[in-house]
């Protein structure tokens, strides 16, 4: 495993680290307490010390798993968690103080800490990026010691770029083989400010694994089968808000152009090919899944043909159906 330095949080963390969405409820049937710990363990035994959750994973489950999972844990692992999802309306006129107080205490009994390493703000509603109350509230709760930092998961490049204003030491963005924007012009301005990037959802819900084809189905209770329009939320965490079978042709066509057999691992390495990432957070439906994904850390450089094709195959399929959409 390889480590780089998380923006102004001064961390050390994994190249390869974990999503933990999966420890939650909406890729299907939930988690038991055993699929949980052996995901965990597995990522932990690989080297990964920087695990991403939030409060609405399986309604705090995902977070309580983690939190027991740590106790008693030689080495240190940094958690990032998220707040803001459980507004009902999750609208921005609820991101008060006294609520965001509320969603941060919850995150530390979940965990059973006393302070948090990181928590985000959960792809907020734009009003929020125009709304310093709430970003001086997670300030004051800096200085309260109940957080050390904070940032925000952002939907749109803009909003990436607005919550530069504030204080913040991390964004998590959908970057991968079928994102490629938050390169052109954030990553750059990231890096000026020292904001740690956190790339999420990087094997675009698993199609960047080159593993579907036309045929896979996917659980009723998966985001994979009910979101693919954007009905439930942002169309942009299924798939990457790539059309499914368009998704399956390019991610063949990578394949077969890249020359790889592990293009989940290609994909992740791709990835780190950006100096500006700090992080890439993988989610994993089976521990076995883990062992692949770290080993892309140590994985060989991308030449400049590869990384040509990866544009080109981009420019091909997924640049105009979707990329101005975020
Ligand atoms: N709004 C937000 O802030 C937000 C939104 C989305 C995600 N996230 C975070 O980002 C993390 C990553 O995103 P994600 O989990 O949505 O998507 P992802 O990492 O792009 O894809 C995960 C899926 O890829 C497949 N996969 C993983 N490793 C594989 C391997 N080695 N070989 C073959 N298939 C593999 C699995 O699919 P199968 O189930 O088919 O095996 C897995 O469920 C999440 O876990 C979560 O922590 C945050």
């Not at 592990?262 to 076995?288: C, E, H, Y």
Request: aromatic fraction near 10%; charge should be negative.
């Amino acid at each position: 495993m390889q480590y780089r330095t998380l923006g102004k949080t001064g961390f050390k963390v994994s190249e390869v680290s974990l999503g933990t969405w999966q420890l939650g409820s909406k890729w299907g049937d939930p988690f038991s307490d055993t699929d949980a710990r052996e995901t965990l363990e597995a990522a932990y035994d690989a080297g990964v010390n920087f695990f991403d959750t939030a409060d609405i994973y399986q309604d705090g489950a995902s977070e309580k798993a983690i939190g027991q999972f740590l106790k008693g844990k030689e080495d240190k692992v940094h958690v990032s968690t998220k707040i803001g999802r459980k507004l009902d309306p999750h609208v921005a006129e609820g991101y008060t103080p006294a609520n965001i107080d509320k969603f941060v205490d919850e995150c530390l009994t979940n965990m059973g800490v006393d302070s948090l390493d990181n928590v985000l703000l959960h792809c907020p509603p734009t009003g929020v990026y125009y709304n310093p109350e709430v970003w001086f509230e997670l300030d004051r709760l800096k200085q309260a010691g109940k957080i050390q930092n904070y940032g925000v998961s952002v939907e749109k490049i803009e909003e990436a770029i607005k919550a530069l204003d504030y204080n913040i030491s991390t964004v998590e963005i959908i970057f991968n083989m079928f994102r490629l924007k938050p390169a052109d012009l954030f990553f750059k301005l990231a890096k000026v400010q020292n904001v740690g990037i956190l790339a999420r959802v990087p094997l675009a819900s698993g199609l960047l694994s080159g593993k579907y084809t036309a045929n896979t189905e996917f659980g009723k209770n998966d985001h994979r089968s009910y979101n693919r329009d954007g009905s439930a939320f942002d169309k942009g965490e299924t798939f990457s808000g790539v059309d499914y079978l368009t998704g399956v042709k390019a991610a063949d066509e990578l394949k077969a152009r890249l020359g790889t057999d592990n293009l989940a691992q290609t994909a992740l390495r791709w990835i780190l090919m950006f100096d500006a990432v700090s992080t890439v957070i993988p989610g994993a439906s089976k521990a076995s899944q883990i062992a692949r994904n770290v080993d892309a850390a140590d994985a060989p450089a991308l030449t400049e043909a590869q990384m040509a094709i990866v544009q080109d195959v981009y420019s091909k399929y997924i640049k105009n159906p979707v990329e101005y959409l975020w």
